[in-house]
């Protein structure tokens, strides 16, 4: 089995406050589908949670009353992208039921503390696809704090132990520097342990609160220790999933485990 997060910015506009793309959720899930294979699906919050997230500092846990507010606001709007994205795979054919961090898991100091995954095991023994998401879930240290999209993806992959960990992202892999500003910038399609200290700053982090690349990098470093194959993908372009998911060799950065 596979497990595969959508980015927050492939799935949404991460500049424009709670706008879906609904046209590109639906072709990555119909790759889905074409693949035939078996997955757990999360997906990132995007402009449905970094802004207001950022904003209240929803990252940081509880500081000031007004947070409350923002904290029940931004659990409701990244239900609200969860229904669409659920939508896309009831549409395309896949039985898929959706499950929020914040019902099944605590965090302690901004990481999962606990997580019950029986839950989401029994829904995948029957031939369903379970789809978690980045949420706000309440936290043993600081009341409340953020789980990310990979956050989860490495939970999962403790749990279920996958063949695959894909993340879909809005860029062909990670670069030497950033493609946007650097025409030089080239693809790094293997990341380890050796090629670790070429990686610049390569993304910009729009009200991101969830630790941007390096934040990634290192939780993608931990999957790849469990011997889990880890792979970025460009979902803004037709395929890569589908082929990423079909063992096919795919326009990617590979994420070695450093040792
Ligand atoms: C963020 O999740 C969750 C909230 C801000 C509530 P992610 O960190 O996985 O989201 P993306 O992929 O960066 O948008």
């Known amino acids: 089995m596979f497990i595969i997060k959508f980015g927050g910015s492939v799935i949404t506009d991460k500049r424009r406050k709670n706008t879906f793309d609904a046209a590109r959720t639906g072709r990555l899930v119909s790759e889905i589908n074409l693949a035939h294979k078996k997955t757990i699906v999360v997906h990132g919050a995007g402009s449905f949670g970094h802004i207001l997230a950022k904003k209240f ?18 659990q409701r709007d990244v239900k609200e992208l969860n229904l669409m994205v659920l939508n896309a795979f009831l549409e395309n054919e896949i039985s898929a039921v959706s499950l929020a961090p914040s019902a099944f898991l605590l965090n302690e100091n901004g990481l999962v503390k606990s997580m019950e995954p029986s839950l989401m095991k029994g829904y995948f023994d029957m031939g369903i696809t379970p789809i978690s998401f980045g949420d706000v879930v309440l936290d043993e240290a600081l009341k409340f704090s953020i789980c990310s999209g990979d956050q989860l993806m490495l939970e999962f992959a403790r749990a279920f132990h996958p063949e695959k960990a894909i993340f879909v992202a809005d860029i062909d892999g990670i670069f030497t520097s950033d493609p946007a500003a650097d025409p030089n910038a080239e693809l790094i399609p293997v990341i380890n342990g050796d090629s670790f200290p070429a990686v610049k700053k390569t993304e910009s982090t729009v009200d991101d609160v969830t630790g941007g690349i390096f934040g990634k990098l290192d939780i993608m470093f931990k999957i790849a220790a469990l011997g889990v194959e880890t792979l970025i993908v460009n979902g803004t372009v037709e395929n890569r999933l589908k082929d990423a998911l079909s063992d096919k060799e795919v326009i990617s950065t590979r994420i070695e485990s450093k040792n």
């Open 57 to 74: 500092e929803l990252h940081m846990g509880f500081k000031k009353q007004e947070q409350i507010r923002a904290l029940a606001e931004v």
